[in-house]
């Protein structure tokens, strides 16, 4: 049986593994593969490079911390932030990264879904939707650029045009929780995973090892993504895995090492 | 085989090759995603690797590797504009050592429902879409499920996870012959490993799986070094 998968984010910002709040406040957290690896040692499924300075000159120090990462950790990698082209996702690819996940670019040339997948396959092509709440509570409204810039877009709608542009797998973000420790937002990614086919991973507000089970059974979502919490090791991966395997939902064990 | 691949099947990878104590494995680069996994992957267990971007790139190579994700037809386009298409079919014919990995299984198949391309035709069968899967493409950890001993899996768990990415996979015509090796079930059941001599191909991706994929490339080094001390990996094996 497919495992549910737990996936450590890492933003990366110049070279800087950093986390903020609410996509703001940014605090230093680590040498990017060096983190990798301990995660993948750790017992990570996955792991997820966002590269939020996304600046057009850094593209070299992210393609360099990809390749340094591809090195050293023998886990699956994503990168997100900045690719607008199917060049760019070349690039990413060639680097060693195994998807790439498009954000603000798909917003602004959905097409770009579509060729992306069509040159390398679906499965490399991760749509990643920033979501806000609507403050009159009907539905949630897709953000862009990092959370600066609101569009016209329903959170759900949204979902299901890129699944049928091409998208493998869909990264939801709440960017209510981001950062806020207060748990994920179940209601939208059961929203989002109940109209989908492909592997929804949830993002944004886990605060401990429960969240990721209420993200899989009240969500829906295949994989959990958290940033963090494992950064600065409030908790584990393994116990994290231990209590979505306590909940009855299957997970890859840990290796012995680090459990 | 057809006479035509028969003879551009007898192509010169040069000196017959030695036991060597890191043996040289051959990764064919056709444009189909990351070598890097793969490459440093097969360092990290022993190997020395050559990218083989054309006939000449499988020069002294002791072992060819095919990864790949994506599509059967692009990817044939690619290494048939390569000039690989029949050195491929070749080495699989002369039962030199071969490591096909996702799309580098698939490829060996007759021909795929994805976009009906003709593939290498090297296993009886056609490369399939997954049935009854919950989700698609099936992306993450699953159970690989031996159905026979094989030196692959020497020192892995029998319940061990390895990473997919896919939604096609390849279907042998015949069930019961021995070239399966283990199944995996995401809602239907799928082959997800095969081997016959020494042509060796697994849907998910060992250098994505952590440890236990690392072990596993580690077998097909020490099967490959086996294979080369006791001559049955060299090109002197008689043709199809």
Known sequence: MLRRRVIPCLDVANGRVVKGTRFVDLVDEGDPPELAERYAAEGADELVFLDIGAAPEGRGTLLDIVERTARRAFIPLTVGGGVRSVEDMRDVLRAGADKVSLNTAAVADPGLISACAARFGRQAVVVAIDARRRPDGQGWEVVVKGGREA???????????????????????????????????????????????????????????????????????????????????????????????????????????AA | MSAGSARDGRIDHGDPPTAAARPRFAVVDYGAGNLVSIEQALIRVGADVAIARDPAGLDGAHALVVPGVGAAAPAMERLRAAGLVEPIRGWIAAGRPYLGICLGLQLLFDGSD?????????????????????????????????????ELFAGIAPDADFYFVHSYAGAPEAERDDVVLARTTHGGSFVSAVARANLLGVQFHPERSGDDGLRLLTNVVALVRAGAAAGSATPSVALA
């Open chain 2, 114 to 150: 994805e976009d009906g391309a003709a593939t290498l035709g090297v296993i009886p069968g056609r490369t399939t879409r997954l049935v009854d899967a919950p989700t698609l493409p099936h992306i993450g950890w699953n159970q690989v499920e031996r159905v026979r001993d094989h």
């Open chain 1, 151 to 257: 569009t016209a877009l329903e959170a759900v709608d949204w979902a299901e045009r890129t699944v049928a542009l091409g998208a493998g797998e869909l990264l939801v973000t709440s960017m209510d929780r981001d950062g806020t420790r207060s748990g994920f937002d179940t209601e939208l990614l059961r929203a989002i995973s109940s109209r989908v086919e492909v592997a929804v991973i949830a993002s944004g507000g886990a605060a401990g090892p429960l969240d990721f089970v209420a993200a899989v059974r009240e969500g829906g979502a295949d994989a959990v993504l958290a940033a963090s919490i494992f950064h600065r090791r409030i908790h584990s991966i393994a116990a994290v895995k231990q209590a979505m395997a306590d909940a009855g939902l299957p997970v890859r064990v840990v290796p012995e090492a």
